[in-house]
């Protein structure tokens, strides 16, 4: 029986995925045990559920994720009583995840988008499988059982708990092949899966043009930019906007639909949001059977509308 769920916090920390190994974990009595990499995140992490902290320091040049796959076998194999091993999908974790995985000769689900526990308290993993075109609920043998999960697929739940004692760790990247150059955001974009208010578009948006115009009256409104797989497909917008199976799940208060049919992939990624606003020219299009507020209208006199309220002063604040 698994004692303990390692759950690996980068440097941006899913919350939620903290707080849904501390519901797992009180189905078998069992600890959540954080390795965060910034002293400030594990602080945060009982606030989220966690039962203990790690903070690991890795060296302002670190790049080789073998060595910090190899340091995590040690602590692993060692002092830790680790049964399953938990991880978002960041670009980090899905290279160094597998290494890991190899390490401890471990079964590793990635990418997934549901997770729970059977009866004898084994992790199911559920992830999209066959294109897409069903869903795929997985369980690893063995002693260990790892996952990495989709950012923001669960919502934090805070909890009542005191901070604990906080060990620390550092680990200094010794491979001289390798060393970072430099580092840069993209973007400094409002992050879709910590948005509380997301304005997206469909192929019905119509063009790359069109998706300015969206972008510019999310920017007004302090909201984040999304887009359907399609959307994103046709070059109207960014990969880093896709929400869907495929891309990113949110879950804002409010989520605004401009031009979305309501493709199940896309559908499947905004299930956690509280109020969903469709607005479509087809009035049988799915996501009205899913919006909780729906309008029948082209979507360029709604954000004609939208930005006339703005001028005025209205909606944010």
């Not at 939620?16 to 602080?43: D, T, Y």
């Not at 300015?212 to 909201?223: C, M, T, Y």
Request: some cysteine.
């Amino acid at each position: 029986m698994c004692k303990e769920i390692l759950v690996i916090c980068p440097e941006r920390p899913d919350w939620g995925l903290v707080s849904k190994a501390a519901e797992l974990a009180a189905c078998f009595q069992g600890e959540v045990h954080v390795l965060a990499f910034r002293k400030e995140s594990a602080r945060e992490a009982f606030s989220y559920g966690a039962d203990r902290a790690d903070v690991l320091f890795l060296g302002e040049d670190f790049m080789d994720d073998s060595i910090l796959a190899r340091w995590l076998r040690g602590k692993i194999c060692g002092e830790w009583r680790t049964g399953i091993i938990l991880a978002p999908a960041t670009i980090r974790m899905r290279g160094m995840m597998p290494m890991l995985a190899n390490m401890l000769e471990a079964g590793l689900t990635a990418d997934c988008t549901e997770l729970a526990l059977d009866g004898d308290g084994r992790l199911l993993q559920t992830r999209p499988a066959f294109g897409n075109s069903l869903l795929a609920c997985i369980q690893s043998i063995g002693a260990r059982q790892m996952a990495t999960v989709r950012p923001g697929i669960y919502r934090g739940r805070k909890y009542d708990k005191a901070e604990g004692i906080i060990r620390e760790n550092r680990l200094e990247d010794t491979d001289d092949r390798i060393r970072q150059i430099s580092f840069e955001k993209l973007s400094e974009e409002c992050s879709l899966w910590q948005a509380d208010l997301i304005l997206a578009g469909g192929a019905g948006i119509g063009s790359k043009e069109g998706f300015s115009w969206l972008a510019r009256v999310a920017e007004r409104l302090g909201a984040a930019l999304g887009a359907t797989r399609m959307a994103v497909n046709l070059g109207y917008a960014p990969y880093r906007c896709q929400v869907g199976q495929t891309g990113i799940a949110v879950h804002p208060e409010i989520y605004i639909a401009a031009g979305i049919s309501g493709a199940v992939q896309h559908l499947a990624g905004i299930m956690g949001a509280e109020k969903i606003i469709a607005v479509n020219k087809d009035a049988h299009a799915p996501i009205f059977d899913y919006a909780d507020y729906g309008m029948v209208a082209d979507w360029r006199e709604v954000m004609e509308e939208m930005e006339e309220i703005l001028t005025k002063g209205g909606y944010p604040g």
